[in-house]
């Protein structure tokens, strides 16, 4: 993996720079926090009883970047990454990791749906909506969202970090 750059989002800038920098800085966070594990410390869930991965961490938010920048946001048919035949309506899955999944793969499929959010975000204003279990759900909502749910997750990847090889503070 190459080295990760996680610029400070900026401290006087317009709200859409704010949220658009402070989602970045938590999706470079995820990727900082798996950098030099392999695939078998990243499949490994290490921290009983729980059965997260730092590989299927990743793979879950490909579909939580898939499910609110692509289904809500944008309208978009696309199935579940992970699980195809799970309710795209219900959670967001990915937290299992198939045998053989690599973490490489995971984030491949991670970045290419964080372009797919970039690209849909350009082409609206942080008022423009989308469908959430029936309601309205605006663009702003939704970045507050997914910095909350990197946050939490990242919360997730550092102790699973640690426990795997004592790495921790990224």
Known sequence: MTEIERPMPAL???????????????????AMKCQGVDDIQAATASTPPSLFTLTGLVQHMAEVERNWFRRILAGEDAPPIH??????EGPDGGF????????????????TEIEHARRNCAARELTDTGRFMGQEVNLRWIYVHMI???????????LIRERIDGVTGV
């Open 148 to 158: 909350e749910e990197y946050a939490r997750h990242n919360g997730h990847a550092d």
């Open 83 to 88: 699980d195809p035949q799970a309710d795209p």
């Open 96 to 111: 299992d990791v198939a045998p053989g999944a690599t973490l490489a793969e995971a984030f491949t499929t991670w970045r």
């Open 12 to 30: 006087n800038t317009d709200e859409r720079a704010t949220l658009e920098g402070w989602l970045d800085f938590h999706r470079a966070t995820l």
